[in-house]
């Protein structure tokens, strides 16, 4: 046994006196450099922690910049004509493998995480301050939706690109599908909405087609006439409406439903688990960048195309960030935003760094507490809420790439694709998982649902280690401010009824034994038996 140093040592290093030649002796801590040495042990498990926990970061970025330089140097040595066909597949054969896998993922990613995202959400028990919650998140994540297409619109990133691009990606003349009348493309939509079959549903979807008649006897004319049909295409749509009613509906049943909302639950913690083995694959990544590049003919203009998209996708942020929320916050509160914003800065610049918003959020609760005065049970009430079902900045991103790989496919988006687009991301943003790079899989839903083409994701995933930090900064920065509006409009209306509804989401007990609702004076001024002491201890607890 060791004994302990002594304590009036501050580094706590045991002294040993060690003679010297005259015969005197000198204190020298004999510990130094065992202290050195696990301090130096120390910042190495630091370190080693660091990368551990940056590993998937990592791994992306040396497989992109191992893939552009793959792509590069085959480029420079002669490109897709001195490969041949049959080489170029089976150099891009590790790159279609992880596409594939992608793809299989999205059916399960999507039906469980959003029943099991509706079912979480108890309409019952939260009252009117979960519906002021929801229904700011929603208004919120549709404003960044708009925002993301009109900005790659009005910028059009992969424009010039698209005037060059002769690869794979473009599409022929035969290709293009004929134009669509608009009453049509809506009742297509409102019937993918809706589906009759859900089996069909996973990789069938419905749309209008035409053929040609002659009408008339002696001056015959050609009339497009409608005819309905279902087409191989993943009606997504109609999966999410349906897992959406479904996760409410098992919610309604109560006890009976917790079995099956386990089991959905159960079911997307695995798909999740497959999620993270598929995207920690590099050679996936570097032969997917790699094999894009050897197809394209111009290589300058498309890193131009990228260049665009990165800085549409961080300009649409910015704009939510700084102008967006804070113009939202200002109109219903009177308030400053910008101080509100001081205070949540740790936060913000945490989610930048993690680029997950499930990680930010035990610090954007102090946060949010100390600095900014939210009350406990608004912010532990609001922001798990917020980390499920908002996320503004992951919907403005995946518009944004919408509109850019159908600008790169040289395909037309008419006012329903629009339409489809938007709430797509709307929709797939509830249940989403807050965990890096979650923004792609539910990109390859969006690209389904308008029937765009799902290979350019490679390009997307190139720059995704990057656009996903900015996508996570807005996402958490509408929650701190929806706990904000929250707390707002608590202090507004508390003295008038919200007490009941705030004692129940705070204490999470069964009804039966919360204090009966029947009296409504102040629940302080009851007489409780015991001494004049317990009744101050009370007040004191029951007032937050």
């Known amino acids: 046994m060791v004994a302990d140093p002594p304590r009036g040592d501050p580094k706590g290093l045991a002294a040993e006196a060690q003679p010297t030649p005259n015969g005197a002796s000198t204190v020298v801590p004999a510990d130094d450099d065992q202290d050195t040495a696990g301090r130096c042990c120390g910042s190495r498990d630091q370190l080693l922690r660091c990368l551990r926990a940056n590993l998937l970061v990592l791994l992306t970025v040396v497989a992109v910049v191992a893939g552009v330089a793959l792509g590069l140097g085959v480029a420079w040595a002669g490109g897709a004509q001195a490969l041949g066909p049959e080489r170029l597949a089976a150099f891009s054969f590790p790159g279609e493998l992880l596409l594939r896998l992608l793809k299989m993922i999205i059916l399960p990613l999507v039906v469980c995480s959003l029943i099991g995202g509706a079912a979480s959400l108890d309409p019952s028990a939260l009252g009117r301050l979960g519906a002021w919650a929801l229904l700011f998140f929603l208004v919120t994540t549709l404003l960044s939706s708009a925002l993301g297409v009109a900005l790659a619109l009005a910028l059009q990133p992969g424009a010039a690109f698209a005037a060059l691009n002769t690869s794979v990606g473009a599409l022929d003349e035969s290709e293009v599908a004929p134009s669509k009348e608009v009453v049509d493309s809506f009742l297509d939509l409102i019937r993918n909405i809706f589906p009759s079959n859900l089996v069909s549903a996973a990789f069938r979807s419905y749309t209008t087609t035409y053929i040609k008649k002659r009408v008339g006897d002696q001056h015959e004319t050609l009339v497009k006439v409608p005819r309905g049909g279902e087409v191989d295409s993943m009606n997504i749509l109609g999966l999410v409406v349906f897992a959406i009613v479904f996760g409410v509906a098992l919610r309604k049943l109560g006890p009976e439903g917790e079995l099956l909302i386990r089991f959905f639950n159960s079911f997307n913690d695995a798909t999740m688990v497959l999620v993270s083995w598929i995207m920690y694959a590099p050679v996936g990544i570097l032969f997917l960048v790699a094999g894009k590049i050897v197809e394209m003919e111009d290589v300058g203009t498309l890193f131009a195309s990228l260049g665009k998209y990165i800085l549409c996708c961080l300009l649409g942020h910015a704009i939510h960030r700084l102008l967006v929320l804070p113009l939202v916050y200002f109109l219903f509160t009177r308030k400053n935003p910008y101080r509100f914003l001081w205070g949540i800065v740790t936060p913000l610049a945490t989610a930048f760094g993690t680029s997950s918003s499930s990680a930010t959020l035990p610090l954007m609760m102090k946060c949010v507490e100390e600095k900014n005065g939210v009350s406990k049970h608004i912010s532990r009430f609001i922001l798990p809420i917020g980390a499920t079902v908002n996320m503004d900045g992951a919907a403005l991103f995946q518009c944004v790439a919408a509109v850019f790989i159908a600008q790169l496919s040289k395909r037309s988006l008419n006012s329903v694709n629009i339409i489809t687009i938007l709430v797509t991301a709307t929709a797939s943003s509830v249940g989403a998982a807050g965990i890096p790079a979650g923004g792609v899989l539910t990109l390859a839903i969006i690209l389904e649902a308008v029937n765009l083409p799902v290979d350019y994701l490679s390009l997307i995933l190139a720059v995704d280690w990057l656009v996903d930090r900015s996508c996570t900064v807005p996402n958490v920065e509408g929650d701190a401010f929806g706990a904000g509006l929250l707390q707002n409009y608590v ?54």
């Open 491 to 544: 202090d507004r209306t508390e003295p008038k009824s919200t007490v009941p509804e705030l004692l129940h989401v705070k204490y999470e007990t069964p009804l039966a034994q919360l204090p009966a609702p029947n009296d409504e004076g102040n629940p302080l001024l009851k007489t409780h038996p015991g001494p004049a002491g317990d009744a101050d201890t009370l007040e004191k607890e029951s007032v937050m």
